[in-house]
């Protein structure tokens, strides 16, 4: 007798027929306020060594149809190791084909990061003695809105802001953020301490706490999508943004990092602010010495693929990077990593996932320190 459930941190399925191992039919269930669907997480029991076939009949409609090319769903046993499971997308119908080799077995879209992981995080941050730990305000559904700050907050000190999660099925982009958080509160880190000698560093590590829990891909507990909602948040509909910009405009902001996945293309990569009214030569030179510095430091970022640059002007300015880019005139990237793989290092086991993840974020203080002479006006 099979049993599929999601009633979990996270999870999102919705069941249409689990009579038969071999044509298990599953539908992906929409953002719980919105119609963006993707983001998949349930368990399987009393499936030990028989073969499973799960189709998702809407496959076609989700927010990213493409994204199901080349594509193949993650699984685990015990929720803590990940790999990839053989996976298929023919005329619209997305299906894993799977032989669990136990009775419980967990699928989802990628590695989650839980809401307990969440806490965990902030709570090893601030025991590390390096790093404060503020409440900015509330979500919709009445969850923390934690701001980690990590410096001495001296006035001359450069403001380095960076932010995940904003689309909550984004998950490797809080493993990201667990790497960067690693590195810079190792007091044994030579590149940290320096950079903390001349900035003081504000992370916000989930943007969208509702949307994690609920299993959402891209909202907020009210319908939002966070990243178009920056130039007129709301305490109602983005409370989540409105507390984060207030603070950012209190603060100042010198280098902005945007932390997201991308569903379709197998690379990672950034997109800067070159549409923006603020854009200038100086901001373009700071692009091309960061790019340089981080794929210097990690031979998983690359500049060749990525979405198409904008024209000058045409931004869209609802967008986190473009907004605080040219509020604050600063150097700002939304960094983008693959639901996939990356195409440059593939790995058939795991493809991109939590660990990678984790490592980029190591890296990528490498690529901050490389600019942090030159970030100040
Ligand atoms: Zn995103």
Known sequence: MLKITANFDAGSVVVNDAADPAAIRLSLRPDNASGFKQWFYFRL?????????????????????????????????????????PSSYENGVFSINHTPLANSIYYAY????????????LGDAQGSGLCQIDDLGSTVEGRDINLLTIGNQAESDLK??????????????????????????DP?????????????????????????????????????????????????????????????LETGVDLFLDIHGDESIPFVFMAGTEGVPAYNPRTAALE????????????????EH??????????????ATAWVGNRFDCLAFTLEMPFKDNHNLPDDDFGWNGQRSLRLGESVLSAIWAVSADLKK
């Not at 091309?288 to 500049?303: E, L, R, V």
């Not at 990525?306 to 967008?319: E, F, I, L, S, V």
């Open 306 to 319: 990525g979405y198409p640059k904008d024209a000058p002007g045409q931004a869209n300015m609802t967008m």
């Open 288 to 303: 091309t010495a960061f790019k340089h510095a981080f794929a210097t430091a990690s031979p998983d970022f690359q500049d």
């Open 160 to 185: 380095i802001w960076v932010i995940a999660r904003q689309h909550p099925g984004e998950t490797m982009a809080e493993w990201f953020v667990e790497g960067l958080l690693g590195r810079l509160l």
């Open 45 to 85: 029991q009393g499936a030990a060594y028989q073969n499973c076939v799960m189709t998702f009949d809407n496959a076609a409609e989700s927010a990213y149809p493409e994204g199901w090319e080349d594509y193949a769903a993650v699984a685990s046993y015990d929720r803590r190791n990940w790999f990839r499971v």
């Open 110 to 121: 990628f590695e989650p990061y839980s809401h307990e992981q969440h806490l965990q995080l």
């Open 188 to 248: 044994q880190d030579p590149t940290a301490r320096a950079l903390l000698d001349r900035a003081t560093f504000y992370i916000v590590p989930n943007m969208n706490p509702d949307g994690s829990v609920l299993g959402n891909l891209r909202t907020n507990a009210a319908g939002a999508n966070l990243n178009r909602e920056w130039e007129t948040p709301t305490v109602e509909k983005s409370p989540e943004v409105y507390f984060v910009r207030e603070k950012m």
